[in-house]
């Protein structure tokens, strides 16, 4: 069976690059790419099947990415965050109020059964995520801000009911 590409280019200016998720059910996470300038969607745990042969370690580069955004606290949707956040991102997390709740107590679970981590380094581990969390409210759009100045048209994300939307304005 051939591999779909990873790599899919919807306009001159927006591609998307697929880092799980796409050929399997799990392990969400997916980075939106504008003008040059990366927003990370989800960076989930692959599960079951899924996880057979799959490293968890964060296998691309991340100091590109402006910030990361997070659809819900489901693990195959923020199962990696700890090894992102280890593998350099010090970017904003963008997600609902209650996904900013549950997420570190989710990844407490995780870090706990799957890893065997003491309480101390788990603390270590959740503070540090959680200090890059940004709560979102319902219908409201956030400006996310390019590393580089002035070379990012403004995107903007917006949450309406369950759904994210990106807009990129000048």
């Not at 069976?1 to 998720?21: E, I, N, P, W, Y």
């Not at 969400?28 to 927003?39: A, D, F, P, T, Y």
């Not at 900013?100 to 990844?107: G, K």
């Not at 959680?130 to 995107?155: F, S």
């Amino acid at each position: 069976m051939r591999q779909a590409s990873k790599f899919v280019t919807l306009t001159d200016q927006v591609c998307v690059t697929h880092h799980g998720g796409k050929a399997s059910v799990t392990g969400s996470c997916h980075e939106l790419k504008i003008n040059g300038h990366s927003l990370l969607i989800d960076c989930g745990l692959f599960q079951g099947r899924d996880a057979a042969n799959r490293s968890l370690d964060i296998e691309f580069n991340t100091g590109h990415i402006q910030a990361l955004v997070l659809t819900h606290a489901h693990i195959d949707h923020i199962g990696r965050l700890p090894w992102l956040v280890a593998a350099g991102f010090q970017g904003p997390i963008y997600c609902t109020h209650a996904t900013a709740h549950l997420v570190p107590l989710m990844l407490d679970d995780g870090l706990k059964l799957q890893l065997g981590l003491t309480r101390q380094q788990r603390v270590r581990v959740l503070e540090r995520i959680k200090r890059q969390l940004r709560p979102v409210d319902y219908a409201t759009w956030v400006p996310v801000k390019a590393r580089r100045q002035g070379t990012l048209p403004t995107c903007v994300l917006a949450q309406q009911g369950t759904f994210w939307g990106v807009r990129t304005r000048k």
